[in-house]
């Protein structure tokens, strides 16, 4: 039996963007259809965090709130199609203005062993130990690239892993004029990680080769362009930087840029009544998540967005900075070898693929993206490596965004 | 709590998601790719789809985006 609700506003995302909206919409009289695909809001960077601030906001009469709820498919920007995690409930829902706060990701690249049970992504193994994943006394490295190695080490170590280093791709030349250009608030941010991650060893221009193993992972080849050594632990957490989430926006048909949602000076999407906020609008961290969200909702109200304009230029600055600062070296995209799997759900190598200029072909010939994740995964990867396009017209997204019981597609 | 896995009792900590219960009990793997390697939870937020298992009789679901429930019935592919 399908549901139907109705608000003034849908908003899609409960992380920092899509609290600050619902936030601003709410008491400004608005009624809201809040989604959000976790059991929990706080999005990823307040995943398992106390959010006072959400637990009022819950008790709003005119607040629909709908945790554990996945955007599967859309009849128009104004009517989208939800079903709930344990695939029991469709809803649908409709709204004249809708609010994209749909986060980011991280940026997987293949290299041999990166399948392995014990490897993950970094920010994905923090995910997990907020989530209750063991590991007190696991021997754990994280290798990659970006600030979130960081933030994972904190919370790894606060849950108790032995934690062997951190293994930073970008050169210690760069990370250092990322640093100096910090403003005062993140700096001071940057310090408290640092006081939490005293004592571990931090290492510009390292990165990871391959992760060893048979049945799960034994220890992890790393490098530092000179030379080679394995160093033995129990799990990896890799990860490369983050890319905005854009599948719902694409399959909208909002247009991208830079493969983030594009959006103009009020962060509405080249659709009507849609805007966008936060990461998937281009990856500035969690204080451009926040403002942007207020921003998008104060666009929605119908306000001037003058007294942000100021601390918005700041956030897109420091976006910028971090871009530039953690931009990834080439060997990074030599890792993988010829039986290096690209797409995970259908065992696609990327000697498989390179016989193909493009996704259609790639698609009819190898499967290559077309299992659970729908090229999430893998799309990045192709683009990155092979030079696919990645966006619609290349890939391709379609409904049902994720993998759903039939019978959340018939209509009743 | 306990939780049932594969039809074996397994004791796990209260509160968590199914992917930590199921490594709580040493599940090294969620499920058997196409070609046969053991897979495991990778990305931790709904996004890779490595951690789907048959949960209550439901497949395909998310082990990493659904908590773990006293009695829950847990399949894993691997």
């Known amino acids: 039996m399908t549901k139907h609700l109705q608000a003034d506003a849908i908003v899609v995302g409960a992380g920092p963007a899509g609290i600050a909206a619902v936030s601003h919409l709410l008491p400004a009289g608005r009624s809201v259809i809040w989604v959000d695909n976790q059991p929990r809001p706080g999005g990823q960077i307040w995943r398992g965090a106390a959010l006072p601030q959400v637990d009022t906001l819950r008790q709003h009469p005119r607040l629909s709130m709908l945790p554990g709820h996945a955007v599967v498919a859309a009849e128009s920007p104004h009517e989208l199609l939800l079903h709930d995690a344990a695939g029991q409930q469709t809803l649908r829902v409709r709204a004249p203005q809708l609010l994209l706060a749909l986060g980011a990701r991280e940026r997987m690249l293949p290299f041999p062993g990166w399948t392995l049970p014990g490897v993950h992504g970094a920010g994905g193994l923090q995910a997990l130990v907020k989530g209750g994943w063991p590991i007190a006394g696991r021997r754990v490295l994280l290798a ?260 759903v019981p039939l019978r959340c597609l018939m209509d009743d | 709590m306990k939780i049932i896995i594969n039809g074996i009792e397994a004791e796990v900590p209260a509160g968590v998601t199914v992917a930590a219960a199921l490594a709580h009990a040493g599940h090294g793997a969620t499920r058997r790719s196409l070609s046969g390697q053991p897979r495991q939870a990778f990305c931790g937020m709904g996004v890779c789809q490595e951690c789907r298992v048959r949960i209550d009789g439901q497949p395909e679901r998310l082990a990493c985006m659904s908590l773990a429930v006293e009695g829950m019935l847990v399949e894993t592919l691997a």
């Open chain 1, 144 to 403: 990659g690239s970006g600030p979130l190695l960081l933030a994972s080490a904190a919370s790894l170590r606060a849950a108790g892993a032995r934690l062997l280093g951190i293994y930073e791709q970008a050169p210690r030349g760069a990370l250092a004029r990322f640093a100096a250009g910090l403003p005062l608030g993140k700096m001071a941010q940057a310090l408290g990680l640092g006081w939490r991650l005293r004592g571990l060893p931090y290492a510009p221009g390292c990165w990871p080769l391959r992760a060893l193993g048979e049945n799960k992972l034994e220890a992890v080849l790393l490098t530092d362009g000179q030379r080679e050594w394995a160093e033995p632990c129990d799990a990896l957490g890799v990860g490369f930087g983050l890319l905005p989430n854009t599948e719902l926006a694409e399959l909208l048909g909002c247009a991208l840029q830079d493969g983030a949602i594009a959006v103009g000076a009020k962060l509405q999407t080249s659709l009507p009544g849609v805007f966008a906020a936060g990461e998937c609008t281009g990856i500035g961290g969690v204080d451009k998540a926040s403002l942007e969200g207020a921003m998008a909702a104060a666009a929605m109200l119908g306000q001037g967005l003058k007294p942000y304009a100021r601390r918005h230029a700041g956030q897109l600055a420091f976006a910028r900075r971090l871009a530039s600062g953690f931009a990834l070296r080439p060997e990074l995209l030599q890792l993988a070898d010829a039986k290096t799997l690209i797409c995970r759900c259908e065992d696609v190598s990327l000697g498989a693929l390179k016989a193909w200029p493009q996704w259609r072909d790639a698609k009819l010939q190898t499967r290559c993206g077309m299992g659970a994740c729908q090229g999430r995964i893998c799309g990045p990867i192709t683009q990155t490596l092979l030079g696919w396009p990645e966006a619609s017209g290349g890939r391709g997204t379609r409904a049902p965004l994720q993998p």
